[in-house]
């Protein structure tokens, strides 16, 4: 066995922590500068290909995307969806999860075979859109919840670690007097922190960060997330919108290319700050669940 401690032990060491810390650098540096470009001036983004640190403050950027009503509302549909959604997901992945996990659960092998199926193949855009057009859902919220309300990868991965937990205590809690949804309630959820953080944490980072349901099922510029107005703005700012664009006859062309990064801030900064809050289950929640089937 090779000891840590040796020569060759540290330099191995040495060796982990710089390719570890150049490929932090390497993760880190752009959105530093995008958050630098957000502050900085026009005259010095056309000036300095690279920096990290502005010369000149500037607030233009922030302040013209807040006084524009569109992209103020839109953040506001944002964290809405990405709230209520993960909710709905949450809420549907467990209450599938837990009976699937009992073993007993007559047509079980069928059901996860579905499951399995639908991770392998999916009916495509168009189907999707007929099926959300014939439950009425178009133009609505639930539009951008519903059709992605179970994933069936995560639904694996928590029936695997409902799985898992001892049986006893599940036969103490049915002592007790609780039923299926008692024992879930009672037992299997609070047992399920790791998960459900984890999960909570991919789900709510999908709905931010998906636009394309909303192009696809929102037809009132007033609905649309923040990530479509982040199109519309990167869009306007390269010159490339198709005549045919579904655009906010009331947005206005941003004026500069320092709005474009300041818009892309303002629509990444808010779930980052939601991970510190989540990270000691992180990494125990993506590990549980994943060994036994």
Wanted: hydrophobic share 50%; with cysteine.
């Amino acid at each position: 066995m090779r000891k840590w401690n040796s020569t060759g032990g540290k330099i191995f060491d040495c060796l982990n922590y710089v390719i570890l810390i150049l490929f932090a650098v390497c993760t880190v540096l752009p959105f530093i500068y995008i958050i630098a470009g957000s502050f900085a001036t026009d005259a010095e983004l056309r000036s300095r290909a690279f920096f990290i640190i502005p010369k000149t403050i500037s607030m233009d950027a922030y302040e013209y995307i807040f006084s524009n009503g569109s992209l103020v509302r839109s953040l506001g549909v944002s964290v809405y969806v990405t709230i209520i959604g993960t909710l709905v997901n949450m809420f549907f992945t467990m209450t599938m999860a837990y009976p699937l996990s009992r073993r007993d659960l007559r047509g079980r092998n069928k059901i996860l075979g579905l499951v399995i199926f639908s991770m392998l193949f999916g009916g495509g855009m168009i189907p999707t859109y007929m099926v959300v057009k014939g439950l009425g859902l178009l133009d609505t919220y639930w539009a951008l919840m519903i059709p992605g309300a179970i994933s069936a990868f995560n639904l694996i991965i928590v029936k695997n670690f409902f799985q898992e937990l001892p049986k006893e205590l599940e036969d103490a809690a049915r002592i007790d007097g609780c039923n299926e949804l008692g024992v879930l309630w009672r037992i299997y959820l609070p047992l399920s922190k790791p998960i459900l953080a984890t999960f909570s944490l991919f789900y709510a980072v999908g709905h931010w960060n998906d636009f394309t349901a909303a192009l696809l099922y929102i037809n009132s510029p007033e609905k649309w997330p923040l990530q479509v107005i982040l199109r519309q703005v990167v869009a306007l700012s390269q010159n490339v919108v198709a005549a045919g664009d579904r655009l906010d006859p009331n947005f206005v062309e941003p004026p500069a290319q320092t709005v474009k990064m300041a818009t892309i801030a303002v629509g990444t900064v808010p779930i980052l700050l939601v991970y510190p809050f989540l990270q000691k289950y992180f990494t125990k929640g993506v590990l549980l669940g994943s060994v036994k089937s």
